[in-house]
């Protein structure tokens, strides 16, 4: 009897969501927008608020209906049984954007669902309307300027918020799938219709996405457009990345003095973004600077903050990159001194050491003097056991996970080499590699 009872709650469940995700026939949708174009369209009945608050959720039927009754996040195995005779024309494994999908092709529509069989993407073939969302948009808009008395303005605001997500959904879906154009124009879209009356809000990820997208495409001006905003607006990207942007645009145009200015103020902000940090120390090694100016940098920074030992890894990596190595050790281990559970000074001097250890042995595999391949190769082993103490400790203190997996990759490879003759280091690669190998199952 319990049994019974927890089926029939799973399909009661069931049977709910499948009634939140219903959606209008492709004929009742179809029927439901020409109608409301036709009264639109019409002198008496255009003049009415409610004529263009139906026209814009007509239009919003008309996109959905061509998606079907799934939803992200659906099981493939509910929704078999949810869509009943609504079945897929073919079945068929892809790869997308490097990972292994299922898509179902059904007459109007595409179907992605990952590994664990859930569905990912709904891809629209087959629209009712081209350019729905836009359209819904523009009839939302016309329905705000008849509303005077603001009587719909709760109406016209979901509206608007539903078709800027769908707007959104888009986007990324394009994304994913390669097309940046299409991709670049949706997060516009999405963005312009975010700010449309009475709505009226910022959709900041809209606006970076469409700058950064823009820029992915060589559209510098537009790029810079977008970007520009998203940096008044104090949107700045992962780690001040729309800076970074900014100043490569400003590169290609040839304005050095605001490709610094991007710089430095992005800088001052993210003094441990490598994009920016990088492109700092490219543009006075490009522009023949002063790289002093760089340590006067990270020498503000650290007043302000004397006790933040990530700066002092910044300004290892500032003096790696200048190939100062003497120094970016020491200021790699200065991490410790302030601050002994910050894992990255240790990772910073593991890198280095690995690094080394591997540029070595390329150089021992070109070099045809044995005395000079035997000098080299006993280099290579002490700069391979050098990185490994550095990336224990990273290991030790680490509260990430995501840090200990890929830390013991590079514990696993350098332990390796010393496996079959020295049983510390025999115990020391079974314990990185039995890690490595839990996070890939």
């Known amino acids: 009897m319990k049994r019974i009872f927890l089926a029939l709650a799973l399909l009661a469940s069931l049977q709910t969501a499948f009634a939140q995700q219903q959606v209008k026939s492709i004929s009742a949708a179809q029927k439901a927008v020409d109608k ?138 394009a994304y994913t799938f390669g097309n940046l154009e299409k991709a670049s124009y949706y997060f516009e879209k999405a963005a312009e219709v975010s700010q449309q009356e009475p709505y009226a809000v910022v959709d900041t990820s809209a606006i970076y996405n469409t700058g950064l997208t823009a820029w992915m495409l060589g559209q510098n001006e537009r790029a810079k457009q977008f970007l520009e905003k998203s940096v008044e607006i104090g949107y700045y990207g992962e780690e001040g990345d729309a800076y970074a942007k900014l100043a490569d645009i400003a590169d290609k145009e040839g304005d050095q003095v605001k490709r610094q200015a991007y710089l430095e103020e992005a800088f001052m902000k993210f ?44 300004e290892g990596n500032i003096y790696l990159q200048l190939n100062d190595e003497e120094n970016a050790i020491k200021a790699y281990r200065q991490c410790a001194e302030i601050n002994p559970e910050y894992e990255f000074g240790y990772i910073g001097e593991g890198q280095y050491w690995y690094n080394k250890a591997v540029d070595l042995q390329d150089a021992a595999a070109a070099e045809m003097d044995y005395k000079k391949y035997d000098k080299i190769m006993a280099e290579f082993e002490k700069a391979l056991k050098s990185c490994v103490e550095p990336f224990e400790k990273a290991f030790e203190v680490t509260k990430d996970d995501n840090i200990k997996v890929a830390v013991s990759e590079y514990l696993k490879n350098a332990c390796y080499r010393f496996s079959y003759d020295d049983e510390v280091y025999k115990e020391k690669y079974d314990k990185y590699d039995a890690i490595v190998k839990a996070a890939r199952q």
Do not use: C
């Not at 016309?142 to 009587?151: G, I, N, Q, S, T």
């Not at 006067?296 to 302000?304: Q, V």
């Open 271 to 314: 003094p441990q973004s490598q994009s920016v940090l990088v492109g700092l120390i490219n543009y006075y090694l490009s522009s023949g600077g002063n790289t002093d100016r760089l340590f006067e940098l990270i020498s503000a920074a650290k007043a302000n903050e004397p006790e933040n030992a990530s700066l002092y890894y910044v």
């Open 36 to 173: 409301a174009v036709a009264e639109s369209q019409d002198a008496k009945k255009g003049a009415k608020l409610a004529t263009w608050t139906k026209l814009g959720k007509a239009y919003i039927d008309a996109y959905n209906a061509p998606s079907g009754n799934g939803w992200i996040g659906a099981s493939r195995a509910d929704l078999a049984l949810l869509l009943a005779d609504d079945k897929p024309v073919s079945v068929e494994n892809v790869e997308v954007n490097g990972q292994q999908m299922i898509k179902e092709t059904y007459a109007t529509r595409d179907y992605y669902y990952n590994s664990a069989d859930v569905l990912q993407f709904i891809v629209i073939t087959k629209p009712i309307v081209p350019d729905a969302l836009e359209k819904g948009a523009e009839a939302y808009a016309k329905a705000h300027e008849l509303d005077v008395k603001a009587k719909k303005t709760k109406e016209i605001t979901e509206g608007l918020r539903l078709i800027e997500g769908k707007l959104v959904d888009e986007a990324y879906n």
